[in-house]
């Protein structure tokens, strides 16, 4: 079974994508409200995928895909970055620093279900 962390500082959000994933197939979710929670998490549960916000108090998103992205156990770990920063330096700036993907909120669930789906099998 795929583990999955979604790393959203934003309740509703966080449900949000989770409800979108649990529609999906058997995933087993892990979910942190800030990025220093997703580096709780890490190190016990060897994720498969991670989705996170880049707006997030403590360590955001790009701080917590740096670190993912340097660390020898998940460099290759896919990562999706959905973010309200949909401008094209957001995204470049996401991209360049190792992210698989960006899905602007809002988004239609059909858009990161495909996104998971492509990262994933």
Do not use: C, W
């Amino acid at each position: 079974m795929k583990k999955i962390l979604v790393a959203e500082d934003s309740s509703t959000m966080r449900s949000l994508i989770v409800a979108t994933l649990e529609a999906m197939d058997d995933f087993d979710l892990f979910e942190a409200a800030n990025g220093f929670e997703a580096l709780r998490i890490l190190p016990r549960e060897k994720v498969d995928l991670l989705i996170t916000d880049i707006n997030m108090p403590d360590i955001n998103g790009l701080e917590l895909l740096s670190f993912v992205r340097t660390n020898p156990l998940y460099e290759e770990t896919p990562v999706i970055i959905v973010s309200t920063e949909g401008s094209v330096r957001d995204r470049e700036k996401g991209l360049k620093l190792g992210a698989n993907a960006y899905l602007v909120k809002p988004f239609k669930p059909e858009e990161l279900q495909q996104m998971v789906a492509g990262l994933l099998n």
